[in-house]
């Protein structure tokens, strides 16, 4: 279909003044139904506003009806409230197809594919442009990159996709278009990331606004780009090539000079509460006028402080964060499941909100009392049988303190960041380069290089050991942060994940001691089947494409 240009011009200069800053005098030209498509792609300042409309396509997860944090897609979490049904256990349930599919990922195809034809419809304008090179390369680098990160969202959902470089018009006889696999696509991506790597500035240089492209982000696209590649679901013949690009890609943004990892726990918290930025490479940022939404306080708070708990942890996800010394709960023999959150990983205590967990100036409270079980006066004020809007109480028994603005109400519409990319991820990333190319003492070194900056001793395992250890830490470090699901399909290792029930835990009070009870089910409807390796085209587009697009495997049946 013929781009709607009145569209884009709309959108784009109604949402400069908000999270993506702009120039603030552009308004005083014009009025705004006066803009002409040659205004727009000749005039520098116009142009960098058509620019930063575009980034309105860079989703966060805390502005829907109900959260979008993909976790609860996985082992880490379970979701409860008014999505969880429609959306999150369409998919945990296995019954993901064509028709609903687009629920799951919150109607990604249409909504990407619009803010990829405002990149085309970019590099279409622009072509002998009157613009002086030092404001039109800049404004390019960003497109390509924009370009680049909109197909990776798709590929890393879907794998094969259309690749659609320009836009059309009505004068064609046909719209129809081809998939392109994934390997076609992921190298777009990469060309994409070169091409903005050559062009936009680095973070360093005078007058870099975050929130912003920049010639480290590009960089970290790639990386990431390269490592999905080189990944069993991408690359299942084992190419070493590709472990050796994503290898040299991730180590490249591993020694960006400008970022360090955080050196505490507490700093690790802080950095997802908007007050350490040392390790942070890209994320969106908001302010009072231009909020998360919702925000994030609504669906992580406790019910007692009028959070929703809509995304919770599984006892899974609790039991995969080490004792101090290094070993698993299981391993430990000093470990008591009766008193279970002593000594653990400092990232347990900056991420998870457990039975006595300080909150706000209170504890979390989440257990009822042995005797009497669904008595309110004689219950925790977290727990499913308090007085305090019981029916947001954690279902496993456990909320997520990762995010969660304690400084701030459950309502207030936060102002913290949503961290896309940052330091520690590449660390990790190039660990399980190393690892595939089989140099484990290298992949042992950024791994630990990470645990001994959160306070945990050395990784000192090797060959399928080493393996466990690495996800295990991946885990942790980066939980609740988008990478899980990706993870998990990526490895292909759903059936022992997200296909076995979500559990939690039941604490009892029994006079003066807490019982802890690790049978409580949270979720025994889950289940695999490999076709949830990739989502769906969605039905609607395989029937406009008059069947020229491919269907990913399983799904036609």
Not at 83 to 93: E, M, Q
Not at 430 to 456: F, K, P, Q
Not at 529 to 539: E, S, V
Request: aromatic fraction near 12%.
């Amino acid at each position: 279909m013929k781009t709607n240009f009145k569209v884009y011009i709309t959108i784009a200069l109604a949402t400069v003044a908000l999270l993506w800053s702009c120039s603030d005098d552009f308004l005083e030209k014009k009025p705004l139904d006066s803009f002409s498509e040659v205004d727009v792609f000749a005039d520098p300042a116009l142009l960098g506003d058509f620019v930063n409309g575009t980034y309105r396509g860079v989703r966060h997860p805390f502005d829907d009806s109900e959260n979008s944090l993909t976790d609860g897609l996985t082992d880490n979490a379970f979701n409860q409230h008014g999505s969880a049904d429609a959306i999150i256990k369409v998919y945990t349930r296995g019954e993901v197809n064509p028709d609903n599919g687009e629920g799951v990922t919150r109607q990604l195809w249409n909504s990407t594919y619009e803010y990829i034809k405002r990149t085309n419809l970019f590099f279409e304008k622009i072509e002998n442009s009157s613009i002086e090179a030092s404001k039109l390369t800049p404004l390019e680098g960003q497109m390509h990159f924009l370009r680049a990160f909109y197909y990776f969202e798709l590929f890393r959902w879907y794998g094969n996709v259309p690749l659609i470089t320009r836009t059309f018009n009505l004068t064609e006889e046909s719209f129809d278009v081809e998939t392109s696999s994934a390997d076609e696509i992921g190298a777009f991506i990469v060309q994409e990331c070169d091409l903005a790597i050559s062009q936009l500035n680095s973070s360093l240089d005078a007058g870099y606004q975050k929130g912003r492209a920049s010639k480290e982000v590009a960089m970290a696209l790639k990386a990431r780009t390269l490592l999905y590649l080189a990944s069993p679901l991408f690359n299942p013949s084992n190419d070493q090539n590709k472990w050796i690009a994503a290898r040299d890609a991730n180590k490249a943004v591993m020694e960006l000079p400008q970022y360090k990892l955080v050196d505490n726990a507490t700093e690790y918290g802080d950095m997802f509460r908007g007050t350490n930025q040392e390790e942070v490479i890209w994320a969106r940022y908001f302010t009072a006028v231009n909020d998360q939404g919702w925000g994030v306080n609504t669906w992580l708070f406790p019910n007692s402080e009028g959070g929703w708990s809509t995304t919770t942890p599984t006892q899974s996800l609790v039991d995969s964060y080490e004792i101090t010394t290094g070993a698993l709960p299981e391993e430990e023999p000093t470990y008591d499941p009766q008193n279970p959150y002593v000594n653990r990983d400092p990232r347990f205590y900056q991420s998870i909100l457990f039975n006595g967990a300080p909150f706000k100036g209170a504890t979390y409270d989440p257990w009822v009392d042995k005797a009497d079980p669904s008595n309110a006066n004689k219950a925790g004020k977290d727990s499913p049988s308090s007085s305090n809007s019981k029916h947001n109480a954690s279902r496993t028994g456990y909320t997520f303190r990762k995010w969660a603005l304690e400084s701030e109400n459950w309502d207030s519409g936060n102002k913290g960041p949503w961290i896309i990319f940052r330091l520690g991820e590449f660390y990790l990333n190039y660990a399980e380069a190393e690892i595939a190319l089989g140099n484990e003492a290298d992949a042992r070194t950024a791994l630990n290089e990470v645990r001994s900056h959160r306070g945990m001793p050395a990784v000192i395992e090797t060959g399928n050991a080493l393996i466990e250890k690495y996800r295990r830490e991946r885990r942790v470090e980066l939980v609740l942060e988008d990478h899980r699901f990706f993870d998990i399909r990526r490895w292909k290792i759903g059936a022992e994940t997200i296909g076995q029930p979500a559990m939690g835990v039941t604490i009892y009070k029994n006079g003066n001691t807490m019982e802890y009870d690790y049978s409580r089910v949270a979720d025994n409807t889950r289940k695999w089947h490999d076709k949830m390796y990739l989502l769906p085209i969605p039905a609607t587009e395989i029937e406009r494409s008059h069947n020229t697009l491919t269907q990913n495997d399983f799904y036609n049946n």
